[in-house]
């Protein structure tokens, strides 16, 4: 059985390009979302409004271990419980990252920063650098 | 090999399929970090240091659980000062009480915040024994 699954969104090393690139799901990263984490997998369909219409696109994630990509945006909803859809809080944003052969292992909600609202919380230290932002 | 989409996917898997027994840290092999939450809510994640971050209840706030990043580097970087992976015939387990212990250890800024962080982890997590690395 066909372990992967994709998903279409911009293409990290072309982002001002219009091509787009399709990051990969792991069935084993989905099927533990679905027994452990099940808010986080109706979040699935979250994420998916997030790579289609990211506000800012990061590079570079870790110290010990470099590179990565971290898509950023803020869906209107979200699965606050199982069945219970609520409005995404102005405050947070949400964040998808992947590794830089472009497998997601993490879906989330994160803090915005204060002064770049579009961006996770003290995202000038954390990522080695913005990719992309849309413009508004 | 036909390719399949993640839409596809959730159209045919609507519901998700909750496991009932009690939460476990489980190892993300695709993210090399381990992963552990204790409420079925949307979470939000607050980021201790480079290592840790402690997931939120997006409801009250409350520290439901954690995600602990760079397990294998930490492991390798550390492993000559600290025992921490034990094998057995068929995987290899970590104690994730020395792994956060490890991560704190690691260089960062000593702040209030950072101490309280690891403190949630470590309590959340105290009587979850180890993670297999399969």
Same mark, same amino acid.
């Given at each position: 059985?066909?372990?992967?699954?994709?998903? #279409?969104?911009? $293409?990290?090393?072309?982002?001002?390009?219009?091509?787009?690139?399709?990051?990969?799901?792991?069935?084993?990263?989905?099927?533990?979302?679905?027994?452990?984490?099940?808010?986080?997998?109706?979040?699935?369909?979250? *994420?998916?409004?997030?790579? $289609? #219409?990211?506000?800012?696109?990061?590079?570079?994630?870790? @110290?010990?271990? $470099?590179?990565?990509?971290?898509?950023?945006?803020?869906?209107?909803?979200?699965?606050?419980?199982?069945?219970?859809?609520?409005?995404?809080? *102005? @405050?947070?944003?949400? *964040?998808?990252?992947?590794? @830089? @052969?472009?497998?997601?292992?993490?879906?989330? #909600?994160?803090? #915005?920063?204060?002064?770049?609202?579009?961006?996770?919380?003290?995202?000038?230290?954390?990522?080695?650098?913005?990719?992309?932002?849309?413009?508004? | 090999?036909?390719?399949?989409?993640?839409?596809?996917?959730? &159209?045919?898997?609507?519901?998700?399929?909750?496991?009932?027994?009690?939460?476990?840290?489980?190892?993300?092999?695709?993210?090399?970090?381990? &992963?552990?939450?204790?409420?079925?809510?949307?979470?939000?994640?607050?980021?201790? &240091?480079?290592?840790?971050?402690?997931?939120?209840?997006?409801? &009250?706030?409350?520290?439901?659980?954690?995600?602990?990043?760079?397990?294998?580097?930490?492991?390798?970087?550390?492993?000559?000062?600290?025992?921490?992976?034990?094998?057995?015939?068929?995987?290899?387990?970590?104690?994730?009480?020395?792994?956060?212990?490890?991560?704190?250890?690691?260089?960062?800024?000593?702040?209030?915040?950072?101490?309280?962080?690891?403190?949630?982890?470590?309590?959340?997590?105290?009587?979850?024994?180890?993670?297999?690395?399969?």
């Amino acid at each position: 059985m066909e372990p992967w699954f994709t998903h #279409a969104t911009i $293409d990290p090393l072309e982002p001002c390009s219009g091509n787009t690139t399709k990051v990969k799901f792991h069935r084993g990263f989905l099927e533990y979302l679905s027994k452990h984490k099940p808010v986080d997998f109706f979040n699935l369909r979250t *994420a998916l409004g997030v790579l $289609d #219409a990211p506000n800012r696109i990061f590079y570079g994630l870790r @110290d010990l271990n $470099d590179g990565g990509w971290c898509y950023v945006g803020q869906p209107k909803e979200w699965w606050l419980r199982e069945r219970v859809i609520v409005p995404f809080p *102005a @405050d947070k944003v949400f *964040a998808i990252y992947l590794r @830089d @052969d472009l497998v997601v292992y993490n879906i989330r #909600a994160e803090y #915005a920063d204060p002064i770049d609202t579009l961006s996770p919380l003290n995202w000038g230290e954390r990522y080695e650098k913005v990719i992309w932002k849309k413009e508004l | 090999m036909e390719e399949r989409t993640l839409t596809e996917y959730l &159209d045919s898997h609507i519901e998700p399929e909750p496991d009932t027994s009690a939460p476990q840290p489980w190892y993300n092999q695709f993210g090399d970090c381990i &992963d552990y939450q204790t409420q079925r809510v949307a979470v939000v994640a607050d980021r201790i &240091d480079h290592h840790l971050t402690i997931y939120r209840s997006a409801e &009250d706030n409350a520290a439901i659980g954690f995600q602990l990043k760079d397990v294998k580097a930490l492991m390798q970087k550390y492993k000559s000062q600290f025992g921490i992976v034990f094998s057995t015939h068929n995987e290899r387990l970590i104690s994730v009480t020395s792994l956060l212990l490890t991560a704190f250890d690691a260089p960062s800024p000593a702040t209030m915040k950072r101490r309280a962080g690891y403190d949630e982890a470590l309590r959340s997590v105290s009587s979850k024994g180890e993670v297999s690395l399969a």
